[in-house]
């Protein structure tokens, strides 16, 4: 499994862009990039998924650069309901069964 | 409405009495997982669950049994719970492995005393 890093955590206010950089130097050919979001005392909510490029839904967008190692998630327009942990995974799309969440990164959003 | 559901949400309980914690699925998932969660240590896989019948560790298994005889139901079971296993609990299913969309249960807090 590629080991993810991600900043623990940042601040913003309300109607700022905010960009949550995810280091995954180790990926593998196979491995697609997730984003979860928890709020406290919840269980993780899925945001997104991309493999490379860039990927955008109703939510969020998901920036992937050519070498894949690393990878952005761009929450447009923040408001305080934005505020909560999120979580960068990256695994292998057949066969894959196990997850790794790490400690994701807390978003306050103020404001 | 297509949900994750778990019980109990809250449980107090003392060392070595066995509990189960039941979860359940409408939405025809093959994929089940436990996680647990602990400050400073994110969440952690316990068990997961491919199909019927068909069940593997996760990286924290230790303490923890689990059986997938039905498609919706996978229940977590603590044989003989100790403090250490106190902690917030989360099921989740998708709808064919780990990296389609996880749906979350609401959480289990479980104090072992």
């Known amino acids: 499994l590629a080991k993810t890093t991600q900043p623990i955590s940042m601040d913003s206010y309300e109607g700022q862009e905010v960009n949550i950089t995810c280091s995954h130097n180790n990926i593998a050919t196979n491995d697609y990039i997730t984003w979860y979001q928890q709020f406290p005392s919840q269980g993780p909510r899925f945001i997104i998924q991309?493999?490379?490029t860039k990927v955008t839904n109703e939510v969020a967008s998901l920036f992937i650069p050519a070498d894949r190692k690393s990878s952005t998630l761009s929450l447009p327009r923040v408001s305080l309901s934005d505020t909560a942990v999120y979580y960068c995974?990256?695994?292998?799309?057949?066969?894959?069964?196990?997850?790794?969440f790490g400690t994701g990164t807390r978003l306050l959003v103020s404001p | 409405e297509a949900q994750v559901t778990q019980n109990p949400r809250y449980l107090i309980t003392v060392t070595g009495k066995k509990l189960t914690v039941t979860c359940s699925q409408n939405?025809?998932?093959?994929?089940m997982s436990w996680y647990r969660q602990d400050p400073g240590l994110g969440l952690r896989q316990i068990y997961y669950?491919?199909?019927?019948?068909?069940?593997d560790k996760g990286d924290v298994p230790e303490g923890y049994k689990v059986s997938r005889k039905e498609k919706r139901n996978f229940p977590l079971i603590l044989e003989s719970p100790s403090p250490n296993q106190t902690s917030l609990y989360f099921c989740a299913s998708s709808l064919a492995g780990a990296l389609n969309e996880q749906f979350f249960g609401p959480g289990t807090r479980l104090t072992v005393l």
């Open positions: 991309g493999y490379k």
């Open positions: 669950s491919m199909n019927v019948e068909v069940t």
């Open positions: 939405m025809n998932h093959e994929y």
């Open positions: 995974l990256v695994g292998e799309g057949t066969g894959f069964q196990k997850l790794v």
